[in-house]
């Protein structure tokens, strides 16, 4: 007769960890309810899935480098108008990475360019997406670095993989030539294949101070614009305190302050 100590060697060599987890639970259930045996098998594989899939997700998680936890649903869409709510909920649907459209936000500091970005970018993980976050400048010292040994192209093919890729803070960053071309060539091996999302606080027409080259410019904005969303943040910065509420006082305190002020001795003293 096969025991529970012979299948656990069994699923450890399988490497069902999911089922290894729920055997005692679900043996000592189908002991009780008398359990069909197809019944229990269904319940030990559904257990197995779910493991599998929560394992995934951690990975996922891992694997984008999110610097905060940060969702969508923590977005103080009611202290910044500048933001289109019912806009960036249709986004979290995440049609824009399924049809390989990018999303470019642009806005002052701390009007929630990333908040916004890191939000979509874990909305895609956790619906099955390898996507990555990468500040600009660590994305551009990367790719610089990369020209050393000659591995440029090798991590072009990795960063080309990530779907989307957040590139975050586009702005005021010293670029050597050498880093503007392999910025083109990375964009250039995503177009069409895969959603970047951008957020910078210059507005495109910027772009040719910063990068140096009017024709790659212009190259470069003809692939991110063909298929893009752009929002222009407009509104005030998500990093001021919020105004304190001003005090409240309570019914009966009112009434005991209007009685005073009524009060004949109050009066007497006062003058």
């Not at 936890?69 to 995440?94: C, E, H, M, Y």
């Not at 399924?98 to 642009?106: F, G, K, P, W, Y």
Request: aromatic share 8%; proline share 6%.
């Amino acid at each position: 007769m096969m025991t529970r100590e012979a299948l656990r060697p069994l699923l450890a060599q399988l490497r069902f960890n999911g089922m290894a987890h729920a055997l005692d639970a679900e043996l000592d259930r189908a002991e009780r309810e008398a359990s069909p045996a197809p019944e229990l098998i269904h319940r030990l594989l559904s257990a197995e899935a779910a493991y599998r899939r929560e394992r995934s997700l951690a990975y996922r998680l891992d694997q984008a480098r999110l610097p905060w936890r940060w969702t969508l649903d923590t977005f103080p869409f009611a202290r910044q108008p500048g933001v289109n709510k019912s806009q960036i909920r249709t986004l979290a649907g995440l049609e824009f990475v399924r049809r390989a459209e990018n999303v470019l936000l642009i806005g002052e500091p701390g009007t929630g360019k990333t908040g916004i970005a890191i939000g979509l970018l874990r909305e895609a993980c956790l619906n099955g997406y390898n996507g990555r976050f990468y500040n600009a400048q660590l994305l551009l010292d990367d790719l610089y670095a990369s020209l050393a040994d000659r591995s440029t192209s090798k991590l072009l093919q990795r960063l080309s993989r990530f779907q989307p890729l957040l590139i975050d803070e586009l702005g005021y960053l010293n670029l050597k030539s050498e880093q503007t071309n392999a910025f083109f060539r990375l964009m250039d091996q995503r177009y069409n294949r895969a959603s970047t999302i951008i957020t910078t606080n210059l507005p495109t027409e910027s772009w040719y101070e910063l990068f140096q080259k009017k024709s790659l410019v212009d190259a470069l904005l003809s692939r991110l614009e063909h298929h893009c969303i752009t929002i222009h943040i407009k509104g005030p910065s998500l990093r001021t305190p919020e105004p304190a509420a001003p005090p409240t006082s309570s019914p009966a305190s009112s009434t005991q302050s209007t009685r005073r002020a009524a009060s004949p001795k109050s009066s007497t003293r006062s003058q």
